[in-house]
């Protein structure tokens, strides 16, 4: 039953997303040949109308199909109209619906750091594109060093989205350990935290010196799985129960605000400070929640 409940799921969300690509190929063909910003502006904002009624219709049969037994706390205030920087533990891909449940449309259409791979996804890597989500290469340190230059493409693609936020409000959302976790990469890469991996504080700083001033805060937010090895399939079938978000509202510090400092040695060390301190915080709410199942 529960693989015959996968498949459903499934097949509903790839109708869905067949259903929306359809505005979606002829708005991002528009959005390529629109002479002119404005014009671009004005189709982009069809293109996010579009994704949040795929994205409605994803939570809507999720709820009433697969009914996630979800715990959700977050802030009562929040608004579409305002700007948010949310950061978060990264498990499995079923996070990324989990966020949608707890935040859709009670904060702007939101916009994730993503792999670069996730560019080949059928319809759903063209909206990433058009919708101008900031695509991430991840370049090694022994690449970096062959080609120094290697280090600014991750840059100016956040750049670009920040940009682009100033003329509407937007909620970006960052995994800050840049990957999912499992208990391997955490002992390959030494993690100092039972739960979590280390976080990359170089996405978050770069937003928060681009956008400072005009976010209305960070969105800290913690996802805990019953199941120590969930996975999407699991949750397409149903399986992934109970699971409990919760999010704070974090003010941004006045010394994060400043536009040029983020390469500088100092901030950075400031930074890696505040957000391992976040971390640890973090991974002991997850202790807590494990204990508490």
Known sequence: MPILKGFVSTLLLTLNTLFWGVPLILLTLLKVIAP???LKQQVLQGL?????????????WMRHWLKPEL????PDH????????????????????????ALHR????????????????????LAFWALEFPF???????????NPKLATIDRESTERMCQQARNNPIAIFNFVEGTRFSVAKRDAQQSPYRHLLRPKAG???QVLSLL???????????????????????FLCGNEAPITLHARQLDIPQWMHAPDNHDEKQHKERFHTWINSLWLEKDGLLDSSTDHD
């Open 36 to 38: 002119g910003r404005q």
């Open 48 to 60: 996010n109308w579009v994704a949040l009624n795929w994205i409605g219709f994803n939570l809507w």
């Open 71 to 74: 715990h959700i706390n977050v």
């Open 78 to 101: 929040l608004s579409p109209q305002q700007w948010w920087l949310v950061i978060s533990n990264h498990r499995s891909w079923t996070d990324i619906f989990m966020l949608l449940m």
């Open 106 to 125: 009670r904060i702007p259409m939101p916009r994730f750091f993503l792999k670069r791979q996730l560019i080949w996804i059928p319809i759903v890597g």
């Open 136 to 146: 991430m290469r991840r370049f090694s340190r022994e690449q970096i060093t062959k």
């Open 203 to 205: 996405g978050v700083a």
């Open 212 to 234: 400072g001033n005009q976010l209305n805060g960070i969105l800290d937010v913690t996802i805990s799985y019953t199941n120590p090895s969930p996975t999407f399939w699991g």
